[in-house]
């Protein structure tokens, strides 16, 4: 049987990315980023994630998207870890469009979700204006 931590402690597997220190608040920034970008976009069926989950249940998959270096080199990679992201958090399931458990157009809303997280990371690096 397998027991997860409790919310907020992060379990650390061997080539996993962790950061201490300074890094913490920009790791903690990018897992805030895919987690809004998931729940905006919504790929999965409305009726899952309406009755069975709170609001942080992107948080987990975030968590493993942003500790996956692949998901800063470029927006493929970005997807890359995103669908390994989305395997892992729903074994068995294809990712596949309309299979009860994503929507439809499943292909188009993972490209959102990771055009969002890379615009809001370099909106978040621009210095701001000066008036």
Do not use: I, K
């Not at 997807?79 to 395997?87: G, K, S, T, Y």
């Amino acid at each position: 049987m397998t027991t997860q931590p409790p919310r907020g402690w992060s379990v650390c597997e061997p080539g996993a990315v962790t950061t201490s220190g300074d890094g913490e608040p920009a790791l903690r920034a990018e897992v805030a980023r895919w987690s809004a970008a998931l729940r905006e976009v919504e790929v999965l069926e409305p009726w899952l994630t309406e009755s069975h989950w709170d609001e942080h249940y992107w948080d987990d998959v975030a968590e493993q998207v942003a500790d996956d270096p692949r998901s800063r080199a470029d927006a493929r990679g970005a997807r890359d870890a995103l669908e390994d992201a989305l395997r892992r958090a729903f074994p068995g399931a294809s990712l596949v469009s309309e299979n009860g458990l994503y929507r439809d157009r499943l292909g188009e809303r993972l490209d959102r979700v990771v055009g969002l997280v890379v615009s809001r990371r370099s909106a978040d690096r621009r210095p701001p204006r000066s008036w």
